[in-house]
Nanobody, 121 residues
Framework: VQLQASGGGLVQAGDSLRLSCLAS?????VGWFRQAPGKEREFVAAFRYGDSYEFYSDSVKGRFTISRSNAENTVYLQMNNLKPEDTAVYYC??????????????????WGQGTQVTVSS
């Protein structure tokens, strides 16, 4: 599985952005993680293909929405009401199969390059 993330940028607090993760093949699940300067990478959201189940971290629940394209090859992360604390490099990752723990980065087999999201106050 190859992944290509895109859609980052510089926005103001309260604005929206949509990130895209183009995935080759059909993974079991795709997740989004982020890493802010000086901090560890953290789980943001994930989409499980088989039942279209969505997972969210508490910090983004209600503001971010993860979805999949009809062609099933792209997973989107719609980010609304962005806050300065959302500033980070965002990574998408894919899980091929087997035991799946959505929020744990060790679950994911493949990672895309990051895309920078910067939210100014």
């Amino acid at each position: 599985v190859q992944l290509q993330a895109s859609g980052g940028g510089l926005v103001q607090a309260g604005d929206s952005l949509r990130l895209s993760c183009l995935a080759s093949g059909r993974p079991y699940a795709v997740g989004w993680f982020r890493q802010a300067p000086g901090k560890e990478r953290e789980f943001v959201a994930a989409f499980r293909y088989g039942d279209s189940y969505e997972f969210y971290s508490d910090s983004v629940k209600g503001r971010f929405t993860i979805s999949r394209s009809n062609a099933e090859n792209t997973v989107y992360l719609q980010m609304n009401n962005l806050k300065p604390e959302d500033t980070a490099v965002y990574y998408c990752a894919a899980h091929e199969g087997g035991y799946y723990y959505a929020t744990h980065e060790g679950t994911y087999n493949y990672w895309g390059q990051g895309t920078q999201v910067t939210v100014s106050s």
